[in-house]
């Protein structure tokens, strides 16, 4: 099975990556915008394939990613979902995962997350199988709000 982790360089990226690495069956590769991000990948005996991908470069992505099975976007819904939809509209039939916040449930009045929750509608509304993923956030810097938010969220709704 081939399988791309868009967005590998980020925190995230790296730790899919490092474990999908391990995984026997899977060929796996890396897509980010600087190649060199990714260097402790290349210092394998056979590293998986390192692309360079820009989310905003949407034909290049759409063309070096078309022939994959499965495609894990790291990147922010923003930048993931048009490629995705694009990859849909030349043909691709992968199964893609994608990563998003908590917060879309909860923080109604940010404009961020107004943005978020609209590129979910998009991957509702597209073709093919596909899953979003929304890990959990009970931690940050205590000015960040996040655990404010959750608590405001849990108190309007009885939880």
Same mark, same amino acid.
């Given at each position: 099975?081939? $399988?791309?982790?868009?967005?590998? +360089? ?16 899977? #060929? ?13 990948? /290349?210092? %394998?005996? #056979? ?9 905003? &470069?949407?034909?290049?992505?759409? #063309?070096? /990613?078309?022939?994959? #099975?499965?495609?894990?976007?790291? %990147? ?9 939809? +694009? ?14 916040? &908590? &917060? ?5 009045? =940010?404009?961020?997350?107004?943005? /978020?929750? =609209? ?7 597209? &073709?093919?199988?596909? +899953? ?5 956030? +009970? ?7 996040? $655990? ?6 849990? $108190?309007?709704?009885?939880?």
């Amino acid at each position: 099975m081939r $399988i791309v982790v868009v967005g590998a +360089a980020t925190d995230l990226g790296r730790r899919i990556l490092r474990r999908l690495y391990d995984v026997e069956w899977v #060929e796996v590769s890396g897509a980010t915008r600087e190649a060199s991000r990714l260097s402790e990948f /290349l210092e %394998h005996d #056979e590293p998986p394939g390192i692309l360079e991908v820009d989310p905003e &470069n949407i034909p290049d992505a759409v #063309e070096k /990613l078309k022939d994959y #099975e499965r495609i894990v976007f790291c %990147h922010t819904l923003t930048l993931s979902v048009p490629v995705a939809m +694009a990859l849909r509209q030349a043909g691709s039939d992968a199964k893609f995962v994608f990563f998003s916040s &908590n &917060n879309v449930a909860i923080d109604f009045d =940010s404009p961020v997350y107004a943005r /978020l929750r =609209s590129a979910e509608a998009d991957i509702v509304a597209m &073709n093919g199988e596909w +899953a979003i993923v929304r890990p959990t956030m +009970a931690y940050g810097s205590p000015n960040d709000g996040t $655990i404010g938010l959750l608590v405001q969220y849990a $108190i309007k709704k009885g939880v």
